[in-house]
């Protein structure tokens, strides 16, 4: 491995001079002109294409940067034309590469950390060899990529249930911490968007709520966390993608709110994770005709990203497209107009382009013949490298592998996230006092429901998490996984189950009217056994469940959610979740069934009803 001075001899005693760490590297300080002399003076020594390359983050499949599995080489060849991260990066010498569980990057804590670290070694290489800054979603909740043993909290909305900005700023700064001894600088998140819409298909549980100061306070909170650890923070998805019914991975969706309702809601916290000092803003491939009248998504929008992003809002940090492979921002554009628009519309990083060879010439070519100028693409480059210098990596580019172990995942980590769950879980409706239950008079439990796929790959089944959980606080507790969609003989012998039982708990995901899931939990009611559902997702469904005499949101299906749904159904703490989100009536939604700060609590609090 090239030792510090080999990497500071490799881009040219630039940055000899920079002052690096996160805290210490101050934007508008009195040596912020000095810094952006010498960041420049290197930039003008960078070739046409490497000055390209620096713009773009890209995946790439593989557990190693040289060495993946065939298969990985297999993938990477036909998607990207190269095999390896390594050559990925001399190919198009990329300034970011982002972590997919999916691509195989993410098996465990020391082997993200080597992946990291190969990835720089290979960059810093190459002659004017850069730094590389790895990104990934590390949202917690829904949507997770580095699973176990990693840390894994409760998700946005789970957090706008609880309140508390210490508890956000903790999330940050511990997952923050874990999150750079993998070697991962910049998180895409938190998400900014304000959740207005019950039938949002892509943010729902992904937002901290529909109440826009709440949910500012919380995305300031994280973004103080995960800043103060040293990682950039990404508030995501601007100008605001609360309010759709279409997910732009594939479809193209309009938001239809004016300008004023814009600056009163979606606006708010953006303008807090600016006035924080946010790292990077990732944009949101939505048609927002208040905003731009000329029906471009806002990624390739001028009027929103430099009207009111850069101009109004005040922010001169890094924007990050969205996945540029999504529908929503391919609909009226080639793959090869996209990066080129997205740059003239003031965007600094391109993420993830669904060929990387049409994007990278495509902006080659767009410098070459004029319509884009090699000081547009400098001035982007300029906030990267300043990105990536108060990050530390022009300094300290490498992890220590070998101790990834004394940070990730530990003891203490995990008992935080469990404390921090338990003042998530949020109880909706608890009639005749049926809960806690206590294991002297319901003593056998069983658990059915739901088992969507684990976010991170590495939990659940959320039935097994449940059962076992409460089979550890003294119940003897049973899983029956009943899926999404249960048939009528799958609901038959959930049925026949409960009828040897004291209590059912029962998770649902997502439920609609007339849907198996309904039908199930109306049928279990039937048997005259005690029913208690767990909302693993949206709290939406307890609006379809009007037969039931208990109901808890989880908002998420981690096992740290679910476990701590367990305690609360046990007894072992009290509810202190409130709703961060109205749920309205099934029948009329313009009626609100249970309002924002909705939330039940245990009247005397018990250790243990046994």
């Known amino acids: 491995m090239p030792s510090r001075r080999t990497v500071l001899a490799a881009t040219a005693g630039v940055t000899a001079g920079l002052t690096v760490g996160h805290s210490a590297y101050a934007f508008g300080s009195d040596d912020k002109s000095s810094d952006d002399a010498k960041l420049r003076s290197l930039i003008s020594r960078m070739s046409l294409e490497e000055k390209v390359g620096q713009l773009f983050v890209m ?20 998607e990207i034309g190269v095999r390896t991260a390594a050559e990925l990066i001399a190919r198009y010498r990329v300034g970011g590469i982002i972590y997919f569980t999916w691509a195989h990057n993410t098996r465990d804590p020391r082997q993200i950390a080597e992946l990291s670290n190969g990835i720089q070694r290979a960059s810093l290489e190459q002659p004017r060899g850069l730094p590389v800054l790895v990104a990934t979603d590390q949202e917690h909740g829904a949507v997770c990529r580095i699973g176990r043993p990693a840390a894994l909290f409760p998700g946005a909305m789970a957090m706008g249930a609880g309140g508390s900005r210490a508890d956000a700023r903790t999330l940050g700064r511990v997952s923050g911490a874990e999150l750079r001894a993998m070697g991962v600088r910049q998180d895409y998140s938190p998400d900014a968007d304000v959740n207005v819409n019950p039938a949002n298909p892509i943010i729902g549980v992904r937002s901290f709520g529909a109440d826009p100061d709440a949910v500012g306070a919380l995305v300031a909170a994280e973004v103080q966390g995960y800043q103060d650890a040293g990682v950039a923070a990404t508030a995501k998805h601007f100008p605001g993608h609360g309010d759709t019914s279409v997910d732009s991975h594939f479809g193209f969706p ?29 944009t949101a491939h939505i048609q927002f005709p208040a905003l731009d009248g000329s029906g471009d998504p806002a990624t390739l929008s001028h009027p929103v990203l430099t009207g009111i992003l850069r101009g109004e809002l005040g922010y001169d940090g890094v924007v ?64 990267i490298l300043r990105l990536k210098s108060r990050l530390g990596l022009l300094d300290r580019p490498y992890v220590n592998a070998k101790e990834v172990g ?76 009943t899926g999404t969609a249960p048939s009528a003989a799958t609901i038959d012998k959930a049925v026949a189950a409960a009828q040897g039982v004291d209590a059912v708990v029962v998770g649902t995901y997502n439920v609609t009217a007339g849907s198996g899931q309904q039908r199930l939990v109306e049928q279990l009611v039937a048997t005259g056994r005690p029913v208690v559902a767990v909302a693993v997702r949206n709290p939406y469904d307890i609006a379809q469940l009007p037969t039931v005499k208990a109901c808890l949101a989880s908002y998420s299906w981690t096992d740290v959610e679910l476990r701590a749904a367990a305690r609360v159904i046990a007894g072992r703490v009290a509810p202190r979740g409130r709703l961060p989100v109205p749920v309205q009536r099934a029948d009329d939604p313009a009626q609100v069934l249970y309002p924002i700060g909705h939330g039940l609590t245990y009247e005397t609090y018990v250790m243990d009803r046994a």
Do not use: C
Request: proline letters at 5%.
């Open 320 to 383: 990050v497209t969205d996945s540029l492979g999504m529908e929503g921002v391919r609909t009226k554009y080639g793959d090869d107009r996209v990066p080129v628009l997205a740059l003239k519309a003031g965007v600094d990083q391109l993420l993830n382009p669904p060929t990387l060879d049409v994007a990278w010439n495509a902006v080659l070519k767009a410098v070459q013949n004029g319509e884009l100028t090699e000081a547009r693409l400098d001035e982007s480059i300029v906030r």
């Open 254 to 282: 309009v938001i239809t709110h004016s300008r004023e309702l814009w600056e009163k809601l979606d606006a708010v916290p953006f303008r807090a994770a600016v006035k924080t000092g946010i790292d990077s803003i990732m």
């Open 59 to 78: 995946r790439v499949y593989g557990h190693s940067a040289t060495t993946p599995d065939q298969a990985d080489i297999d993938a990477n060849l036909k």
């Open 406 to 481: 004394r940070v990730v995942g530990t003891a203490r980590h995990l008992a935080t996230a469990d404390r921090i769950a338990e003042r998530t879980t949020t109880l909706l409706v608890n009639e005749g006092g049926l809960l806690p239950l206590s294991r002297r008079t319901h003593g056998k439990v069983l658990v059915v429901g739901a088992d969507p796929a684990s976010p991170s790959g590495t939990t659940g089944p959320p039935t097994g998490v449940l059962a076992s959980a409460l089979t550890e606080l003294g119940f003897a507790a049973s899983a029956l996984s």
